[in-house]
């Protein structure tokens, strides 16, 4: 034991320990592991009350984590369907401001420039071009902000951490 415990606090928990120790489920390890010696002091030389404030609030946290996780899940799955419609619609997007921009390179008026057709016909044609080109950068923009909740849904609680947090109850309750 790494602690140092006076003879009082020794005498205690020497009294109180159990064999074996609870587990508690670990999610780093993915495995349900025995408490410490020292662990197992702590809560030995805890009060009852502080035991069931602890006990009262993971269950709030449990409560809170759940929702986030199901909350995350929802996110996670309508950001995919939304990320796939962004594509497709990119893509559509991207090949007509390809084309416009082929057709505007390759469509020289040349001496005919100060004819007032022409003219038209390239504002005309262009006036569309504009619009592609805002939504071509508006779903740019949708890329990255998908990419950054994408970031903050990797945050989120995992199903093992829910599992941590649910099981810390039975050391708990064990002393």
Same mark, same amino acid.
């Given at each position: 034991? @790494?602690?140092?415990?006076? &003879?009082?606090?020794?005498?205690?928990v020497?009294?109180?320990?159990?064999?074996?120790?609870p587990? %508690?489920?670990?999610?780093?390890?993915?495995?349900?592991?025995p408490?410490?010696?020292?662990?197992?002091a702590?809560?030995?030389?805890q009060?009852s009350a502080?035991?069931?404030a &602890?006990?009262?609030?993971l269950?709030?946290?449990?409560?809170l984590?759940?929702?986030?996780?199901?909350?995350?899940?929802?996110?996670?799955? &309508?950001?995919?369907?939304?990320?796939?419609d962004?594509?497709?619609?990119?893509d559509?997007?991207t090949?007509? &401001?390809?084309?416009?921009?082929?057709?505007?390179?390759?469509?020289?008026?040349?001496?005919?420039?100060?004819?007032?057709?022409?003219?038209?016909i390239?504002?005309?044609?262009? @006036?569309?071009?504009?619009?592609?080109f805002?939504?071509?950068?508006?779903?740019?923009?949708?890329?990255q902000?998908?990419?950054?909740?994408?970031q903050?849904?990797?945050?989120?609680?995992?199903s093992?951490?829910?599992r941590?947090?649910?099981?810390?109850?039975?050391?708990?309750? @064990? %002393?």
């Amino acid at each position: 034991m @790494a602690v140092q415990l006076d &003879t009082d606090e020794r005498a205690k928990v020497e009294a109180g320990r159990r064999t074996p120790r609870p587990n %508690y489920f670990n999610a780093a390890s993915l495995q349900d592991t025995p408490i410490s010696e020292d662990f197992e002091a702590f809560l030995i030389l805890q009060d009852s009350a502080t035991i069931t404030a &602890t006990l009262t609030w993971l269950a709030a946290t449990g409560l809170l984590a759940r929702l986030r996780l199901d909350r995350d899940a929802v996110a996670f799955e &309508t950001l995919v369907v939304e990320r796939n419609d962004r594509i497709d619609q990119l893509d559509e997007v991207t090949s007509s &401001t390809i084309a416009f921009s082929a057709w505007r390179q390759a469509f020289q008026a040349g001496k005919f420039s100060e004819t007032s057709e022409v003219g038209l016909i390239i504002r005309d044609a262009q @006036a569309m071009a504009g619009e592609l080109f805002a939504l071509e950068e508006r779903l740019n923009h949708l890329a990255q902000v998908e990419q950054r909740v994408e970031q903050r849904l990797a945050q989120s609680v995992s199903s093992a951490q829910l599992r941590e947090l649910q099981s810390w109850p039975t050391p708990l309750l @064990a %002393y």
